[in-house]
């Protein structure tokens, strides 16, 4: 973010939740509700047209879950990590994060391979698949955006803060929340929105 | 410049020209004028890029209004800007026409009333009435006009394109809109036009997240939210109205991509066109249209709402009174934005709904009219004993509660499924929403122009270009509205009447609305002038606070920096509405209580000490 | 010449406005005093008054001046309901608007700024505020009831009896069809239209039509592909050996048309061939004979489809309402029906028309709107009233074209009227190809089940891409080269 994202907050209110997190929790309200767009438009669809043909769900999506998961653990240890100042713990359970976020974007990324070729379900045939390659590609994009925050987040470790003190610096800042806390938030947000979305194509399918 | 600002306090209170100096020089243009952080400048280029995009809207009416009163009429000699969109004998082509009703819908509706309006004022008003320095995060702010800007360019664009801008109506209805073969428009300009919503919607997220974030997080010392101006809980609902809907309209775009471009059929289904019977299967097109009300319905809130704190905040300040029920208010605004969500259906009443389901929001839809109905009374009743200025914002303040009655009133009307069959895409629904959420939104934002021009460039407007601009633009509203009611049974959309017995009758009427409707246009350009005159030439504002109101944006100097004030922001003390109390013609909100005793000041942790 | 004259005008407007507002600022800023808001307050005042009594008597005056312009009586029974509906809405709001007017104009007229003046401060008033929640709540619920007994009047059941017709909307006209003497309509696809079955009415003998139609298509796509690189090649030496210019442009023209076209070729075979698998595979003989279909079929031979709607009055009729390309909506003014025509998903609207054409022309006959003689014709227009049907859904750009007639009879003239029509299979079955005539199992053979197993592509992604038919394309493309 830019220098003058350093704001100012009126004194009394610092102990209230800060507002770079509160914008993370609004957003998030945000994409739940394009995710129920999407979601109820499934289960409209399911509900009242006669040529619905449910489709199997590729099996990569049990992988891309587990990785998001554990995912989703490594980085609560990063955010732990980087309170108690541990520099190196913090940079390597980063690393992991991101190869799992990776991982994650790749399984997926093949979970589609697998819909097209294996079980011959090109976009536009059926109605249940279009629907899960859409549902599923609109996450993939939020993830990735997770996945390339994590990947600024370790080069700006990797870079600045090297030592304990520095990280001593960053966590007693008191007007900036620290980038971890937030992509953490929202990582966390990302795995509980696709178990939502796996959930809910296994109840409709 | 905001750390500056801020964290040199006392520097920048003894040397303020000085400071000047120095922030041009380290700034410049650009990061001050264009890619700038201050919440000051980020709605003032909301506000001239809204003019810039209603003028153009405003001249696409234009175009239709002539075909309309005068299809006779020759514009050949308008072809260098037209080119192909006119037939050989200068008429324009319908669909043109279609394109044009399109872009002058999606213009207004998105880029103006509700960029232009509420992206101006909330954006003005929010840290200027709450006492921040700016908002949560100017940087977000940035990128949210920037995202408009963007999206706004590339609607431009698909004017430009071969076969022609979207031509599928503002709402965009598959399948129309999502084959190509069944409309000229529906081509690589439809595709545009979603990309260009795509991106407008995340302009308007980025901006709600940022106006709620302030309004929650950012209030000055003593700003408790019922000491909140009514302005700054109209803005608040807004923003979360438009954080919770827009999603759904991104859900939908998404959606008829696919469809358009690769062969799903979410919205398609059994169709026979351009001779050939496509593959699509199982499709809806109405679930298209629940996606794109769910968002559409509280739009039309989206935009009303700020127009009403707008017009409370002017109608209070200019009748020496406070607002009327200030707390019914509150409510009524909390309770339109729960119910908004909830009405969306109404706008399917001929859809082969569900009959139980529509009466379902047949009542939902009548329930709105009573916190409508308060709110117009309780307008009414702040104007009962107060000592009324008439400066132009408050004229355009009283225009907007008219109007507000009228379209309010025929919603009635239109929210009753029964006689919506009627009533269901004709004039009459034309005459509706234009009064409710077009012109009186207009009138809203007229309002707040007016107003808080002072404050954006410490001048004044031009009062009786204003006063001219009032009366004409009232009157024509009148009378290019008004009289469509009548045109009860006429079907929308048409570019020409003649075809039909019934409905051929209105020629007249038709031309007259149409002259009325140039007029009109030439009197916005008027205030287009006097906007721009006055941004260098108008008259300067010498006092702190010209209206004599209680907020705090006028706490702050003529011409704020970044920062907002120069010193200590001031605390509030109470409610902004104290006019006429203790014998006094008003408290501003930071006068403290007679025999207010400030707490001692809490040792203040300085960040920059913290970290060495 | 004319850009720089509106140029110059336009430059020469702002000039004197520019002046104009110079001085009205630099009058302002001199007649500036302490009676300055006082002046204004009364010119404004002023003006406030005689726009609410100027704007009130504009008000009661439209409703004269329009009311003959407005359908003086609705034909058909749930019309007269919403007329009655809209009565009552009319006179609530009606009321409201003038009081709540007057109100503010008033009040804003009353207390303009006096210097002398002391606001009040009057910030709430329980009572006052509670009353005027609850009133406009009750004066709703009326209406609301009102409403949705109407609604669910307008929605509920047809009888047992009531005459069943279809209309179908389709860019840019209507088209209607009747049961039949059997009172069914038969089964439709959109998969089986072509130009001898425009509704797509499913009797074995119309599958057979449509198979074949596709397997000639299927022919004349093939045969043209493997003409086209001759073509190609003929363009190609026109523009490379001849100096003269030219026949050089319009075979650069033409060889585009034609690169275009072969481009085009493979995705529009996919997609007919797998329209054939469709059909084929839709209408096995199995599904034809199956209890739910076989009376659809049955009852499809009867049906006909005239050239406008004719309805016996007072009796209740029920229009499925369906649509073959993009949104329409059924639309009759006179008799309050109005409902969407979705492709895919048929509608349903339920009336009863009450007043026939030659009646109203009666009533029409004293309405000085109906007694105009219209530019060119003879008669004044009620001798021609006839009930309109239009379109109220956007649907593209002849929207406003989509005009169809409805007669309503009285029941002896709807008896005769049916008398005289003739099932739609009648009339076409001589125009019809018979399977059994011809080769076309080879055609199938050879042109459809090539690629059997082969899938994916069936679908064609690009499915808005295809604004020309082949056979148009065929047809100008090879009369171009003739030149």
Redesign the interface.
């Known amino acids: 973010m830019t220098p003058s994202d350093h704001i100012a907050l009126p004194q009394q209110l610092r102990k209230t939740v800060h507002p770079h997190r509160f914008m993370m929790w609004l957003s998030m309200a945000s994409i739940v509700m394009l995710f129920a767009g999407f979601t109820s438009a499934y289960i409209v669809k399911h509900a009242d047209t006669n040529v619905w043909e449910s489709v199997e769900l590729p099996s990569l999506f049990w992988v891309s879950t587990t990785l998001i998961l554990a995912s989703s653990i490594s980085i609560f240890f990063a955010v732990r990590a980087f309170h108690r100042n541990n520099v190196k713990a913090y940079r390597n359970l980063l690393a992991l994060t991101f190869v799992l976020g990776f991982g994650f974007l790749l399984s997926q990324w093949m979970a589609w391979q697998e819909m097209l070729v294996i079980s011959q379900l090109g976009i536009g045939d059926k109605v249940a698949a279009d629907f899960l390659y859409v549902i599923s590609g609109a996450h993939f994009l939020h993830a990735a955006g997770g996945v390339v925050a994590m990947g600024f987040l370790f080069f700006l470790a990797l870079r600045h803060y090297r030592t304990p003190e520095d990280a001593l610096m960053l966590n007693l800042h008191p007007e900036k929340v620290p980038g971890i806390e937030l992509v953490a938030t929202y990582w966390h947000f990302v795995d509980a929105l696709w178990l939502y979305l796996f959930i809910f194509f296994i109840a409709n399918t | 410049m905001a750390n500056a600002a801020i964290s040199k306090p006392a520097s920048h209170v003894h040397a303020e020209d000085h400071h000047h100096e120095e922030h041009h020089h380290e700034q410049g243009f650009i990061s001050k004028y264009i890619f700038s952080t201050d919440h000051k400048t980020i709605a003032k280029q909301f506000l001239i890029t809204g003019i810039i995009w209603a003028i153009l809207g405003g001249a696409l009416s234009v175009l239709f209004r002539i075909q309309l009163g005068y299809p006779d009429a020759d514009l050949t000699w308008m072809k260098p800007i037209l080119g192909r969109w006119l037939d050989e004998g200068g008429h324009i082509l319908p669909e043109f026409y279609n394109a044009l009703i399109t872009m002058h819908g999606t213009i207004l509706v998105f880029f103006v009333l509700t960029a232009g309006l509420s992206g101006t004022f909330s954006n003005l008003l929010i840290p200027l009435q709450l006492g921040a320095r700016d908002m949560a995060s100017g940087f977000i702010n940035m990128l949210s006009y920037w995202f408009f800007f963007l999206s706004g360019a590339v609607m431009l664009a698909s004017f430009f394109v071969p076969t022609g801008a979207a031509s599928g109506g503002w709402t965009m209805y598959p399948p129309l809109s999502a084959l190509a073969q069944s409309n000229e428009g529906s081509g690589f300009g439809t595709d545009l036009w979603i990309t260009s919503i795509a991106l407008f919607i995340v302009s308007v997220l980025l901006g709600g997240l940022n106006y709620v974030t302030t309004v929650i997080n950012l209030r000055t010392k003593g700003m408790s939210i019922f000491r909140m101006p009514l302005t700054i809980w109209a803005f608040l609902f807004t923003a979360i109205i438009a954080l919770l809907s827009f999603p759904a309209l991104l859900a939908a775009g998404v959606l008829l991509l696919f469809d358009r471009g690769m062969g799903t059929s979410f919205f398609l289904s059994e169709i026979y066109t351009g001779g050939e019977a496509l593959a699509n299967a199982g499709g809806s097109p109405i679930l298209y249209q629940h996606l794109f009300w769910f968002l559409g319905h509280p739009e039309v809130y989206i935009i009303i709402l700020p127009a009403m704190g707008i017009v409370s905040e002017v109608l209070s300040v200019n009748s020496r009174k406070p607002v009327f029920g200030y707390k019914a208010m509150i409510y009524s605004i909390f309770a339109i934005t729960v119910l908004s969500f909830l009405v969306w259906a109404h706008h399917m009443f001929v859809t082969g709904l569900n009959p139980f389901l529509g009466s379902i929001f047949v009542i939902f839809t009548l329930l709105i009219a009573i916190p409508s109905a308060i709110k117009v009374f309780n307008w009414i009743v702040t104007l009962y004993k107060g000592n009324i200025r008439f400066t132009p914002a408050m004229l355009f303040a009283i225009g907007f509660v008219a109007l507000f009655i009228v379209g309010g009133l025929t919603g009635i009307f239109l929210g009753n499924s029964a006689l919506d069959i009627d009533l269901h895409d004709t004039y009459f629904v034309v005459a509706h929403f234009h009064l409710v959420m077009g012109v009186a939104a207009f009138f809203g934002t007229f309002a707040g122009v007016y107003h808080w021009f002072p404050k954006m460039y410490g001048r004044y407007l031009n009062r009786t270009l204003g006063y001219i601009h009032f009366w004409i633009t009232i009157v024509a509203a009148y009378l290019i509205f008004f009289p469509m009611h009548f045109m009860i049974g006429l079907p929308r959309r048409y570019p020409s009447h003649e075809n039909f017995q019934f409905a051929d009758m209105f020629g007249e009427l038709n031309s007259f609305i149409s002259l009325v409707a140039i007029i009109s246009f030439a009197a916005q350009l008027l205030f287009v002038f006097n906007f721009f005159y006055s941004i260098f030439r108008g008259r300067k504002v010498r006092e702190l606070n010209p209206w004599g109101a209680t907020t705090l944006e006028w706490t702050t100097p003529i011409h704020p920096q970044h920062g907002n004030w120069p010193g200590e922001i001031p605390h509030v003390h109470r409610w902004p509405y104290d006019y006429g109390v203790n014998g006094r013609e008003f408290i501003p909100q930071d006068e403290p209580e007679p025999g207010f005793v400030p707490e001692p000041e809490p040792v203040h942790r300085d960040p920059q000490n913290d970290q060495v | 010449m004319?850009?720089f004259l509106i140029f110059l005008i336009i430059a020469l407007i702002?000039v004197v406005?520019?002046q104009v507002?110079?001085t009205?600022?630099m009058v302002?800023?001199l007649r500036a005093d302490e009676k300055e808001?006082e002046r204004?307050?009364v010119t404004?005042?002023r003006?406030?008054i005689a726009?609410l009594v100027l704007?009130l008597v504009?008000?009661f005056w439209?409703f004269g001046a329009?009311q003959s312009?407005?359908?003086p009586q609705s034909a058909s029974v749930h019309g007269e309901?919403?007329k009655n509906?809209?009565f009552w809405?009319?006179l609530?709001?009606g009321v409201?608007?003038v009081i709540?007017?007057i109100?503010?104009?008033v009040?804003?007229y009353q207390?303009?700024?006096?210097n002398n003046?002391?606001?009040?401060?009057?910030?709430?008033?329980n009572t006052?505020?509670f009353i005027?929640?609850a009133i406009?709540?009750l004066v709703?619920t009326f209406?609301?009831v009102l409403?949705?007994r109407?609604?669910?009047q307008?929605?509920?059941e047809e009888s047992e009896d009531a005459l069943v017709f279809e209309v179908t909307g389709?860019?840019f006209f209507w088209s209607s069809r009747y049961p039949g003497p059997d009172g069914v309509l038969g089964l439709r696809d959109?998969?089986l239209?072509s130009a001898e079955n425009p509704l797509?009415i499913a009797t074995p003998e119309f599958i057979d039509h449509k198979r074949v139609d596709l397997l000639i298509r299927l022919r004349d796509l093939k045969q043209r592909e493997a003409a086209l690189p001759e073509l190609i090649a003929a363009a190609q030496d026109i523009i490379d050996h001849n100096p003269n210019p030219y026949p050089v442009d319009s075979a650069k023209v033409t060889l585009k048309a034609l690169l275009k076209e072969q481009k085009e070729l493979p995705g529009l075979q996919n997609?007919t061939r797998?329209?054939y698998k469709?059909i084929v595979e839709k209408f096995t003989p199995e599904y034809l004979a199956s209890a739910e279909v076989a009376p659809l079929i049955k009852a499809g031979y009867d049906d006909f489809m005239p050239s406008e709607l004719h309805l016996p009055v007072d009796r209740e009729v029920v229009a499925r309402i369906t649509a073959?390309?993009?949104?329409h909506?059924f639309?009759i003014?006179?008799m309050?029906?109005?409902?969407?025509a979705?492709?895919?998903?048929p509608?349903?609207f339920k009336f009863t028309p009450t007043i026939t054409t030659e009646e109203m022309r009666e009533i029409l006959k004293d309405n000085p709107?109906w007694q105009r003689i219209d530019e060119g014709a003879t008669e004044p227009?009620w001798k021609?009233?006839?009930y309109?049907v239009?379109?109220?859904?956007?649907?593209?750009?002849?929207?406003?074209?989509m005009?169809y007639l409805l007669d309503v009879d009285t029941e002896e003239e709807y008896s005769a009227w049916l008398g005289q029509q003739t099932a739609f299979f009648d009339l076409q079955k001589e125009s019809l190809v018979k399977w059994e005539n011809a080769e076309y199992a080879e055609f199938e053979k050879a042109y459809v089940f090539i690629d059997a197993g082969g899938?994916?592509d069936?679908?064609?992604?690009?499915?808005?891409?295809?604004?020309h038919?082949g056979e148009e394309q065929h047809s100008a493309a090879s009369a171009s080269i003739a030149h």
């Open positions: 004319t850009g702002v406005m520019f507002t110079k009205l600022d302002s800023e808001e204004h307050a404004q005042g003006l406030m726009f704007g504009g008000f439209t329009y312009k407005l359908f309901l919403l509906l809209f809405t009319l609530i709001t409201v608007f709540t007017n109100l503010l104009f009040f804003a207390y303009r700024w006096k003046r002391k606001a009040e401060h009057i910030s709430h008033n006052l505020e005027w929640t406009p709540a709703l209406l609301v409403g949705l109407a609604w669910y307008i929605t509920g389709q860019q959109y998969n239209i797509g997609r797998a329209h469709r073959l390309d993009v949104l909506d639309y003014p006179y309050s029906v109005k409902m969407d979705v492709p895919g998903i509608t349903r709107e227009r021609n009233f006839i309109e239009a379109c109220a859904e956007l649907c593209g750009k002849g929207h406003n074209s005009r899938h994916g069936d679908h064609g992604g690009d499915n808005h891409d295809n604004d038919s």
